[in-house]
């Protein structure tokens, strides 16, 4: 980056009072322009001589540049009685939208109509998020907390790695991780399913990529390769399915084209996964394992066989109340354990389950003391 001009002579004592006064207000005029120029070019350009991050924006880009992108078409400042087609983009106040239903516009702007793209204001850039293009959660197959084997049959919940389900309990696929990646092969005969939040979907068209042999569809769309298009209605929950093959790095973003698989920080995605399924059990730890580890423990309040409480606050939001908790013995069982008589306690049940935890109930054993260390694991899931 350029440097701002610093001035090293004083010039005041020479060539006369007047004169000398008269170069320090010329250099000092200069070094203020320079240090203008220097200081709005760090504006939009690094150290490293690439622009500034998130220094562009949609209404400053030209009509051949949204027509590339897409066949966005600006028309400048929303306005009232107008024709809008899909995919034209206006600013209204500080915001860049892009018309997502044709309408012509009435007396207000209204944002059913409109996807909004970011700031119209410069200055206002400094507070967008970067975007998460992948509507796709675990398409790297990077999570499963059910610790899925490879090969095994499938629950009565369906589900092996996280977000991802057969279509019938018993059913069976494999899987291998080479290098970060994980691939899936679905046998003949099968397929392997997600179900997209429709919370996670607004309505347009939606490019669906992945990489490998099998072919996939988008809703009750056809099969087909990797690039398939689709419509999404925003707020409709939309199933992404792929027939016997291999599969890998899966992507469903919004438009027509589909670009590079977006890696997302392990912990991150593991979290985006926790809104459908948690446990108590350690990552790699599957659910029935005997094992204290992670295990929810709470304090005994009665002696002997009498009603004990403990609840469970969950690390992520569920998307609803769990429809299923099952609750496991860290030693051996599907009952709360009381770790210091070293016996099982009975009538687990659970109460006031909601989206953010539930409450545990047990009766105690007959060893049961005041002060016992009581424990047991848990799952959770509201998987859709």
Not at 242 to 252: N, Y
């Amino acid at each position: 980056m350029p440097t701002n001009y610093e001035q090293i002579n004083d010039y005041s004592d020479e060539l006369g009072t007047t004169h000398g006064l008269h170069l320090d207000e010329d250099f000092t005029a200069v070094a203020s322009s320079i240090t203008s120029v220097t200081e709005s070019l760090a504006l939009v350009q690094r150290g490293d001589g690439r622009l500034q991050d998130v220094s562009v924006e949609i209404h400053t880009l030209s009509q051949d540049v949204l027509n590339l992108l897409g066949g966005f078409n600006r028309r400048g400042l929303w306005a009232t009685a107008t024709a809008y087609a899909v995919n034209d983009i206006v600013s209204e106040g500080k915001y860049t939208y892009a018309c997502k239903t044709a309408h012509t516009s009435g007396g207000a702007f209204d944002d059913t109509y409109w996807n909004q793209f970011g700031f119209t204001d410069g200055a206002a850039s400094a507070y967008l998020r970067p975007v998460l293009k992948n509507c796709i959660i675990n398409g790297n197959f990077q999570v499963n907390q059910r610790a899925y084997v490879s090969g095994a049959a499938v629950g009565t919940g369906l589900y092996g790695h996280d977000r991802w389900k057969m279509a019938a309990s018993g059913d069976t696929y494999t899987y291998a991780t080479a290098l970060n990646v994980t691939t899936v092969t679905i046998p003949a005969g099968k397929v392997l399913q997600q179900v997209i939040e429709g919370n996670n979907l607004q309505s347009g068209m939606y490019t669906l990529s992945w990489t490998g042999t099998a072919q996939g569809k988008i809703g009750a769309g056809s099969y087909g390769d990797s690039g398939i298009t689709g419509l999404a209605v925003g707020g409709t929950d939309l199933t992404i399915e792929f027939g016997p093959g291999t599969v890998s790095l899966v992507q469903f973003e919004a438009g027509a084209t589909k670009t590079a698989f977006e890696f997302r920080p392990h912990g991150f995605e593991e979290l985006l996964c926790k809104r459908y399924y948690e446990k108590s059990y350690n990552a790699a730890t599957a659910p029935g394992t005997a094992t204290t580890d992670g295990s929810l423990a709470f304090i005994a309040g009665k002696a002997g066989a009498l009603s004990q409480y403990g609840s469970v606050k969950f690390s992520v939001e569920k998307r609803a109340t769990p429809t299923t908790i099952t609750y496991y013995s860290p030693g051996s069982g599907s009952q709360v354990r009381d770790y210091t008589a070293g016996g099982l306690c009975t009538s687990t049940t659970t109460s006031s389950a909601g989206a953010s935890g539930f409450d545990l109930t047990c009766t105690g054993n007959v060893a049961t003391a005041v002060g016992n260390l009581l424990r047991v694991h848990w799952t959770a899931e509201a998987e859709l």
